[in-house]
């Protein structure tokens, strides 16, 4: 198993399927895929998931730090981060046949899976609860 910093974060920048809200997507995603998937992931090694959606205020709340660095607003309707220790959790929780038959297809219930991007890396974690790690210093 890999040490802290070298596991892998699966980022999956996410867009809603036509048809639903914002408010209806943020809700799908927390309280009905997330109970579906959850031990799946717990199962196959996943450290850290966590889900970001924008909300009414996102647009007030850009505008306060918006400046020449940051004025490329995403378009996304969510971020997901995935969090493991090695690519083998992943492609081993894809192949299980309960991921295969309820979380993939779930996710045509509330994805647009065809405009949805996703990047993979080595997850560097710098600060947690306001503290500076011990690796980044």
């Given at each position: 198993?890999?040490?802290r910093d070298q596991m892998l974060c699966l980022?999956?920048?996410?867009y809603k399927r036509d048809g639903i809200t914002t408010d209806e997507y943020r809700d799908y995603m927390v309280n009905v895929h997330a109970k579906i998937v959850?031990?799946?992931m717990e199962k196959y090694g996943i450290k850290q998931w966590s889900?970001?959606?924008?909300?009414?205020?996102?647009p007030a709340l850009m505008a306060k730090i918006f400046d020449p660095q940051f004025s490329n607003v995403a378009s996304?309707?969510?971020?997901?981060?995935i969090v493991f220790p090695d690519?083998?959790?992943?492609?081993q929780m894809k192949a299980d046949p309960y991921f295969k038959m309820?979380?993939?297809?779930?996710h045509e219930?509330?994805?647009d899976t065809k405009r949805s991007q996703m990047m993979i890396g080595y997850w560097t974690p710098v600060m947690e609860d306001g503290q500076l790690l011990a690796s980044s210093e």
């Open positions: 198993m890999a040490s980022n999956i920048l996410g959850r031990e799946l889900m970001s959606h924008p909300v009414d205020e996102s996304y309707d969510c971020c997901v981060s690519i083998d959790c992943f492609v309820n979380v993939g297809p779930d219930k509330f994805a």
